[in-house]
């Protein structure tokens, strides 16, 4: 399983940034793919998830209305797009695969440990 992020860079607050987990190496359909984050100091958390079967998304509560997670199942891609930016949006963004079978509940918060294959993250830097 590997697992490639890119698209981070520097934009000032209210911008936008789009997000790409381009993944190989397995059946890219079958898994649901999460985004995390982690800032300076702080530990990683879970920001958003969608599932392999009917797309079923979660957002943290510090995201919503802000961040829109997709897929492409033929490019083997998972999106995060990201409007609204805010400062404390700032962070090394990484792309994360569960086993096969997990599901992204709407209201159910990301946890590290459920994420086994991870990718190598990108920054975001959200400052004017």
């Known amino acids: 399983v590997q697992l490639q992020a890119s698209g981070g860079g520097l934009v000032q607050p209210g911008g936008s940034l789009r997000l790409s987990c381009a993944a190989s190496g397995f059946t890219f359909g079958y898994y649901a793919i999460g985004w995390f984050r982690q800032a300076p100091g702080k530990e990683r958390e879970g920001v958003s998830c969608?599932?392999?079967?009917?797309?079923?998304?979660y957002y943290a509560d510090s995201v919503k209305g802000r961040f829109t997670i997709s897929r492409d199942n033929a490019k083997n891609t998972v999106y995060l797009q990201m409007n609204s930016l805010k400062p404390e949006d700032t962070a090394v963004y990484y792309c994360a695969a569960p086993p096969v079978g997990y599901y992204c509940g709407a209201d159910v918060e990301l946890h590290v440990g459920d994420f086994g294959s991870w990718g190598q993250g990108t920054q975001v830097t959200v400052s004017s």
């Open positions: 969608i599932s392999s079967v009917d797309s079923n998304s």
